[in-house]
Structures are given as C-alpha cells and as structure tokens.
C-alpha cells in the first residue's frame, strides 16, 4: 500500500470522514501529499480540508433512524410533516441557518421560476427536508446529492415520506454533477465550499448543471455569524459570472443569505 492508498484508508477509517465520498477523499488526500513533506503533516492537513468543506456543518451527530421515525409518525399529515422537517433540519448549520426565514425564501425563489416538477438539490445537506414549502405538484421528482453516504441513504429515505419521487446520492461536486436533469437545479451555499476543494470549481459546476434554471446562494454572514462583506463580495462574483455567460438572473436577499434565480 502507497502513502495515498495509506492516507485515505487513515481518513476512511474516523467517524467523522469515514461516510464521505471516498473521491473526495482520495482527492484531498493526494493534494495534501503533493503540498506536504511527509504523510503524518498531509493527513492533518487533510482532516483540516474536510472538516472546513464538510465537518463544521455538521456539529452533532445525525439521527438518521431517530429522524425517519419522527417523519413516518408525522403519517403524511401536511402540519405534522412541516413541524418534523424543521426540527431535522436543524440538525445541520446550513439549514438551521435558513428556518428563522423558510417560508420567505421559498416563496420568493419559487415565484421568480416557472412550474418545477423536477427539482436537483446539489450538496444539499438536509436541504431536501424544505420540499414542503417549495409548492411543488404532488408526485414531483426530486434528486438530491451529497458528500456523506450515510445522509444520501436517509434522504433516499425520506423523499417518498415527503411525497416525493426521486432519489439521493452520494457525489463529489468538484469533479463535476450528477447525470441528471432537472426543471432547476438549487446549488445553495455551495460554491464558496467548491472554492476551496479546487480554485474555478463554483463556475465549472454551474456550467455543467443541465438544468435551464439554477438558483444559486451564498451565504451573508460566517458559521460564527459574523458579518465580514460576504454579500458583495460574492454578489460580485455571481454577477460577473452571468454577464460572462450571458445568463439573466434575479437576486434575493433575505438575512443570512443572498440567492440568484439564474436562467442560463
């Protein structure tokens, strides 16, 4: 066994790493060796990359079984299904970010598009849990992707308790999207994650979406909560990045985040 093979049966082998996307995994794992010396300072190194891309959203354990029972309880019931997903959600700091403005976000990105009956949710998250509040048609098809195996298998799960036709995966963004296609594909808080995995990543993934519509955000204010001009630096960008690419868009900001509906 090489020091890459080594360093990512190291990372495979923690309870935190362990249910990531094993490319990602060997990705980072072979950065690391080519920037380091030796494989104890990559393997540091390492842990360090996942926990800023992956690890900080997830501040305590997942309750995968807990949670499926609470929404097969909830028995379909609309109030009961809503009151189950948000208390879920907050089990991961993107999510849990958003509620205090759920139905806001959802009723101003969804106005700004057309009828969705196919919805991608790339490095979603527990983002698939906010499906009622999207007014989606019954039976609506909705493909969820993460870096974590184990939260793809619970959303798997979890979408036909919520309705929904579909499926989850597990992928790594930074070598590109699923093969799926999709009425709008929702590419929330993602980028700037992408960013640090690979520099030019965030574009090259928003390319590759086949999807006619995206909505895309960012986030306004550090995990900490800190305000540090996030808004207009990544407004910035996004708009840059349309102009380039001649796609229309539309922006919304509501507290903590800012969103472009982007027709491309």
């Known amino acids: 066994m090489d020091h890459l093979d080594e360093l990512v049966a190291a990372l495979a082998a923690t309870p935190k790493y362990g249910a990531i996307s094993p490319e990602l995994l060997r990705a980072v794992a ?109 039976g609506a098809t909705y493909m969820a992707c993460d870096l974590y195996a184990d939260m793809a ?21 930074s070598a590109g999207p699923p093969p799926w296609r999709a009425d709008v594909a929702l590419v929330l808080k993602t980028l700037p994650v992408l960013e640090q995995l690979r520099r030019g990543a965030g574009r090259e993934l928003l390319r590759a979406i086949d999807a006619p519509r995206l909505v895309v955000s960012f986030p306004t204010r550090s995990l900490g909560g800190r305000n540090v001009g996030m808004a207009a630096h990544y407004g910035a960008q996004m708009r840059e990045l349309c102009a380039e690419e001649g796609w229309g868009h539309t922006a919304i900001e509501l507290p903590g985040e800012l969103a472009f509906v982007v027709e491309k």
């Open 30 to 138: 072979a950065r690391e060796l080519a920037a380091h010396r030796g494989p104890k300072a990559a393997l540091k190194e390492a842990k360090a990359k996942l926990h800023q891309v992956a690890g900080a959203f997830l501040d305590r354990a997942p309750r995968y079984s807990r949670w499926l029972e609470e929404l097969r309880a909830a028995g379909g019931a609309p109030e009961r299904i809503q009151e189950a997903c948000r208390a879920i959600m907050a089990g991961h700091a993107s999510t849990r970010e958003r509620l205090p403005v759920l139905e806001r976000f959802y009723a101003a990105v969804f106005a700004a598009l057309p009828p969705v009956s196919a919805v991608a949710d790339l490095a979603c998250g527990l983002n698939p849990l906010a499906a009622p509040w999207m007014g989606l048609p019954p």
């Open 153 to 173: 298998g619970f959303l798997g799960e979890a979408l036909p308790l919520l309705g929904l036709r579909g499926e989850a995966a597990v992928c790594d963004l």
